[in-house]
Structure formats: structure tokens, C-alpha cells
């Protein structure tokens, strides 16, 4: 899931050709969707259908939205706009349970794909490892297509990631021990390098990993692949005879 803060056309374009094969879902972040010229967000959005790439606004436009408006008109005029999906989140303003609810069966009812997003913005009002395991089923059973790990686009201090942005270990362990039947609903915001490495290493080239830089999603690709050093080298160590025909040894 690539995070867009503000392309352009050229800029778009240039991304597309270059990895749209790589891409599942592009979001507008936080509220840019609302301040972005409208010519250019239908533009933006009908590409994206071409290229079978899922659009959905950032979390953070549907609350600020319901603090003076309905659902329903959020839904409304993100289909009109030509969204094809939306992100329900209280990273910023806590949602009721029952409302939660009924922002998902809402979105699915306007016919878009409902994906939620679990966790705060705020460092200082972190969930704990339970509440996290039950929202996550819990958004699952009432009908969200995919769950999205909060990591915000800088990837320090929320969630899984601690103020080095580095991955907390014992927590993110029983969490994905916790979540094994749900992984594969499961987007992971990773927006740094070292993130996005120990995900891969940890689940596999296919996890599901949010807020990437458009800019960097061919070097995410090689990365899958093992063609950069932090997923080659551990292959190429881990298997006795490539390592020794590299180091001259091999019979």
C-alpha cells in the first residue's frame, strides 16, 4: 500500500510505469484527498482503476468528517469521487464500538471495501496488546476486508515500533502469535527500510506491507525478491555450497 502526500500528474504517471505492477492499494493520506483540486483527485483515481490499484481516502478525512457530519454522506461522496474503497480509524478521535460498527456495514452497504485501521497516532494513548488482538477479530468478523497496523507514515513511536522506530519485540512476537489465523487480512505500516526487512524475514516476501514511499516501491520489490543485501546475504549464508563457490572453496 503506497501512501501518496501530494503527487502530481507527471509524478503519478512516472510511478505507474514504473512499478504499477507492485502496487495493491494507493492512499490519499490523512485528509490531501479534501485539498487536493478535484480534476486532478478524479484524474489520479480513474488511473488507479486502469491499473487495477484499490484508492481509498486516509483515515483520519472520515473523522474528521464525523465530528460534523454522517457517515453515510462521507461514503456517498467518496464513491461519487471515484474511490473504490475506505479507511474506518480512530487514530485521532475514538470511535464507540457501536459506531465503529456501523461505519463498516456502512461503507460495504455504498458499495465500498471497508478497511479499518487499528491503533493511535498518539504516543501517549497506545493500546494495549489485548485491546489491539480483539479490535483486529473484531473489525474482521463485522465485515473489513484488510486491518492496517498503525505505524503513521514516519514509523517511530506507535504501534509495533518504539521511539528508534524499531520493531518492540515482545510485543510484536504475541501479537503475530495472537493474530496466526488473521495474518492474511493484516496491512502492516512499514514506512522504513529496517521495518520492512524484519516483516519479510519474519512472515515471508508476500506480507502485506502499508505506507510505502511511491518512490521507493522497486527497491521494496527487490527487497521481496532478495536482491538487495538485507535478503540476499542471508540467503547466500545459509546455503553451504553457494557460500563456498563464492569464497573459491567449491570442488
Not at 468528517?65 to 462521507?74: E, V
Not at 480509524?89 to 460498527?101: A, F, I, Y
Not at 501517549?124 to 492496517?148: C, H, N, P, T, Y
Not at 512472515?203 to 521481496?224: H, K, P, S, Y
Request: charged content about 25%.
Amino acid at each position: 500500500m503506497v501512501i501518496d502526500t501530494g503527487m502530481g500528474a507527471n509524478l503519478t504517471n512516472d510511478i505507474l510505469e514504473v512499478s504499477g505492477a507492485h502496487i495493491d492499494h494507493w492512499k490519499l493520506g490523512f485528509g490531501t484527498s479534501a485539498v487536493m483540486p478535484e480534476r486532478l483527485l478524479r484524474w489520479k483515481l480513474e488511473l488507479m482503476q486502469s491499473h487495477g490499484i484499490l484508492t481509498y481516502p486516509g483515515g483520519t478525512l472520515l473523522e474528521a468528517t464525523i465530528l460534523y457530519d454522517s457517515g453515510a454522506a462521507f461514503f456517498e461522496r467518496a464513491r461519487n469521487l471515484g474511490f473504490r474503497a475506505v479507511e474506518i480509524s480512530d487514530g485521532t478521535v475514538p470511535l464507540r464500538r457501536e459506531l465503529r460498527r456501523s461505519l463498516i456495514l456502512e461503507a460495504r452497504d455504498a458499495g465500498l471495501v471497508p478497511i479499518t485501521e487499528v491503533g493511535s497516532k498518539d504516543p501517549k494513548r497506545q493500546l494495549s496488546l489485548g485491546a489491539v488482538v480483539e479490535q483486529v477479530r473484531r473489525d474482521i468478523e463485522i465485515g473489513a476486508e484488510w486491518v492496517i497496523m498503525e505505524g503513521r507514515e514516519c514509523g517511530v513511536n506507535v504501534g509495533i515500533y518504539d521511539d528508534h522506530g524499531e520493531i518492540r519485540l515482545d510485543f510484536f512476537e504475541h501479537l503475530a502469535c495472537d493474530l496466526g489465523d488473521c495474518l492474511s487480512n493484516i496491512i502492516w505500516e512499514a514506512p522504513k527500510k529496517s521495518q520492512q526487512c524484519h516483516l519479510i524475514h519474519r512472515f515471508g516476501v508476500n506480507v502485506n506491507l502499508g505506507n510505502i514511499d511511491a518512490t521507493q516501491c522497486l527497491a521494496l520489490e527487490a527487497l521481496r525478491c532478495g536482491l538487495r543485501f538485507e535478503t540476499l546475504q542471508p540467503t547466500a549464508t545459509a546455503i553451504p555450497f553457494v557460500a563456498a563457490q563464492l569464497r573459491g572453496n567449491a570442488s
